[in-house]
């Protein structure tokens, strides 16, 4: 039997289980209305995003039109996308003289692509006429358009199991994933064990998704994938995954795009709409380009011809112009990660076929040149026959309509820029319903987590040895 100091514990312990009960009930309320509040606004969003989008896109497909009229030539066989790179300049000793300090280049059959010669100043490659140089031989790259979002949690839907979006690497068959954001500004945060990891590159995972199953760090070179990054040696997150990956995913791609992340919400918390009290409904940020699973969504929006990667990047903005925690050097600070609708590139192909010792080369073959070819394996090149005149005028037309539509789109660029200033007001109007639900999906973790803690009291205080304890 209770005792009377026993009894008024339990009774207090009671009473705060009740009103955190009480403030449970108010605020899921509170979210219902504020959530009906929103669908005016996320109604009218999308359909302001979709007309954007749908402006957009018509420009870009002329520019995938181009790129495809040109993949026909190279493809009609009066093109080559095939060059002999040069690989390396030695020396070895004559065959028929024996003379030592015999000059040789060592040249590779590469297919070119957008990061054949990325981060050098040039690529040498054997032509007709000799030996030339370009960072991007063959190509002609184009900028893209697009919408670009930025993100913040609070902006989420409530059932949304966004974490946080990254560039990450990851080798074949492997289960540590690198995050390749600086570790300590504030990039992403909020990692744990239990959640899910998507990959927007097809066939990195056995399945859908992987689980993440530890979280250590790791030393990489982020320069890769920022300019603005200095140092070749950042300290990142790495996720130690449950599966191991089928493909690896490298930074950049062999077509010079990199693979973009997203974590999850482990899959246990998506029955509570409640997040931890006290989480910033600001950070990370994440910056992102329009796409038809995000037309509406975001805090703002704006377009994007910049050529930048389209790779989604998070960050801690708060942290935008202060010192890098990351690299304390002076005059090292945070910068707005670098976001845009991406390049497309034209493969302009070269007239002249690669050969090795005569015969057409394909990609890998290796070939050494030497003068008076005293060796065997040289790399030659020999002209392909003239194109058509109805592929050059494919390529002609195709470009004309796709300037055509440039053009068309730039002279209502006013009235475009106009409605991206409407869309943005009425995200300004929706922003601020989402951040009072963000304040009550607070609330209810907290009252969750002090209901949890009252009980366990009123379990502790109505045991028989706590009458005698108390009571002296």
Known sequence: M?????????KILNTKIETENHNLKFARKQIDILDNARDP????????????????????????DVQTKYQNRINSGCRTDLIWARSGIGTTVGISTGAPNIQYERYVCTKINPTVGLGTTAVFFLTSTGIAYSSIPGLQSDNLYGLKIYDEPYSQDILNSYVGSFIGTVGTASTVLAVMNPLNSGGLSGLKVGQIVVCDKQYVFSGESNEIIGIGTSI?????????????????????????????ATAPESNGSFVTFTVLIDPDEIINVGIPFGSSPYVPQT???MTTESVGTGVSIFLDNSGISSASR?????????????????GKIVTEPSVGAGKIYY????????????????????????PNDEYSDQATVSA??????????????????????????TSGISTF???????????????????RIWAYRGQIDKASSNVNTYNERVAIFGQDYISKLING
């Open 384 to 409: 392909l026959p003239s194109c058509s005149s109805t592929i050059n005028t494919d390529i002609t037309t195709t470009e004309s309509i796709r300037d055509s539509k440039k053009a068309e789109f």
């Open 417 to 435: 820029n106009t409605k991206i200033s409407i869309a943005n007001e009425i995200r300004s109007d929706l922003n601020e319903i989402n951040i």
């Open 314 to 330: 998070s960050w801690n903005q708060f942290l935008n112009g202060f010192q890098d925690p990351d690299d304390l050097r002076s």
């Open 2 to 10: 209770y005792t009377s100091r026993q009894q008024e514990i339990i």
């Open 220 to 248: 990489v070179n982020l320069s890769v994938i920022d300019s603005g990054i200095s140092t070749t040696r950042s300290v990142v997150s790495t996720l130690i995954l449950k599966n191991p990956t089928i493909l690896g």
């Open 287 to 289: 910056i992102k380009m």
């Open 41 to 64: 606004y996320v109604q009218a969003l999308y359909t302001i995003d979709a007309k954007l989008f749908s402006e957009i896109e018509p420009v870009n497909l002329t520019l995938t």
């Open 347 to 370: 493969t302009l192909g070269f007239a002249d076929k690669p050969l090795k010792n005569g015969s057409p080369a394909v990609v890998g073959d290796i070939a050494y040149n030497y």
